[in-house]
């Protein structure tokens, strides 16, 4: 089966980690990408490196204005969308007593308003055609909850609940909706944990050895991806939860 060919698909978060990930894979098997990120000397590096079919748009997820413009720039530029991969995200880490508002703020305003924000503007143009697929990256954190990592963990439940309405409200429409829920993954993430005694803790889980069961690389989320888009219109993957094989 070779459904993934010549489909237009967004991806958000494309700068490194997952989001690049998936963005390599899907242009292997023959998609045609639009990578938005923040970081747009790496998204240019990334296109160069994967060729003609790769474009890219600096986005800044939380701004509505800048996620329609990356919307609108993929319309432009092939005439369709097929798939909107809502992957940008951060994981501050704290505990409620710290109060730090401010860190709140900006994770509601990336991982949820990112993902609202991607479906808010993707969603007239799916619904004309009568076609699309929306992926959001969720987490094992969308299931459970961890001390010093409440809010993270509830907007992965809050994203939870937004793509399982999207789904149930536009099941007649043509649009589906995924997520994709993976534990613990070497990327860049810890990059944003902001605070060092919890970030010394979860660099083994980030190191990048698949040796101790405890981690996923990159790649393993792309798959789950490519797995989702590449069902024939009557499926709809609602979720794909990936842990790796030694997590509790
Ligand atoms: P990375 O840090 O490697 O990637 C995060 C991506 O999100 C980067 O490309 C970053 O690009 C982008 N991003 C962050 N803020 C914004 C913003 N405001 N606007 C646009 N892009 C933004 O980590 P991962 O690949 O691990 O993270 C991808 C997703 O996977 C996140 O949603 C994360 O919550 C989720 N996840 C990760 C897990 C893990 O263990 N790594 C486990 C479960 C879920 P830039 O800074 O250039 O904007």
Do not use: C
């Not at 639009?34 to 590096?45: I, W």
């Not at 083994?204 to 888009?229: H, K, R």
């Amino acid at each position: 089966m070779d459904m993934i060919k010549d489909k237009v698909v967004i991806i958000t978060g494309a700068s490194s980690g997952i989001g690049e990930a998936t963005a390599k894979l899907l242009v292997e098997q023959g998609a045609k990408v639009v990578l938005g990120a923040r970081r747009e000397e790496r998204l240019k590096v990334l296109a160069d490196k994967l060729g003609n079919n790769v474009s890219y748009k600096k986005t800044d997820v939380s701004k509505f204005d800048e996620v329609k413009a990356l919307v609108d720039y993929a319309l432009d530029t092939h005439g369709r969308i097929d798939v909107l991969y809502n992957n940008a995200g951060i994981m501050p880490q704290g505990y409620l007593r710290e109060g730090n508002l401010k860190s709140y703020q900006e994770m509601i305003d990336i991982n949820v308003m990112g993902v609202l924000n991607g479906i808010t503007a993707v969603l007239p143009i799916m619904r004309e055609q009568k076609d699309g697929l929306i992926i959001s990256t969720d987490s094992v954190a969308g299931h459970v909850v961890y001390p010093a990592s409440a809010v993270y963990n509830g907007t992965k439940f809050m994203v939870r609940a937004i793509m399982e309405g999207l789904r149930q409200e536009e099941r007649e429409s043509g649009i589906r909706s995924t997520i994709v829920s993976p534990g613990a993954v070497s990327t860049e993430l810890i990059s944003t944990v902001g605070n060092n005694d919890i970030e010394k803790g979860l660099t083994d889980l980030f190191d990048g050895s698949t040796e101790s069961g405890l981690t996923l690389l990159p790649i393993d989320v792309a798959n789950a991806v490519l797995y989702a888009i590449n069902q024939p219109k009557h499926v709809t993957i609602s979720e794909v939860l990936i842990r790796p094989s030694n997590q509790s």
